[in-house]
C-alpha cells in the first residue's frame, strides 16, 4: 500500500529535513505534475555521502521517497550510488531489480502500480543524479 503507516512516518520524519550547512552540494529538482519541490544538500568527501539532508514540499510519495533515499544512501560512495539510483528507476518501473541494493527503500515498491505517481516517488532520486553528476564533473 502506498500511504501506509511506515511511508507516512518517513514523509513526516524530521530526521533528513533541513539544511546542511556544510555542504559540498545542492540541488533542486521540482515534478510539476504534482507540485512536488525538494532541495537535496549533500556533504561528499573523499567520493563518499557523508550527510545529507533535505527541504521539500509536495505530496505524501514525493516526501516519502527523499526521506528513504537519504537514509539509504548517507555513508555509501558515490559511484555505488550511480547504481542505487538505477535500481530505483527499475523498481519504479515495475522491471526487476536488486532489492538487496535498495533495501529500506524496498518499501515503495508499490509504486510500479501507481504510474501516474511515479514522477512523485522518482523525484528524489532525478535531483540527486543531478547533484552526483555535477560532483563527477568537478
Ligand atoms: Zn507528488
Redesign the pocket.
Known sequence: MMYSEAILDYANSKRFRGKLDDATVIEEGK?IS?G?EITLYLKVEDGVVKDAKFEGM??V??QASASLMLERIVGERVEEIFSLIEEAEKMSRGENFDEGKLKNVTLMSDIKNYPA?VK?FILAWKTLKEALKKISRS
Open positions: 515534478n504534482c512536488d509536495g505530496c510519495i514525493s505517481r512523485c
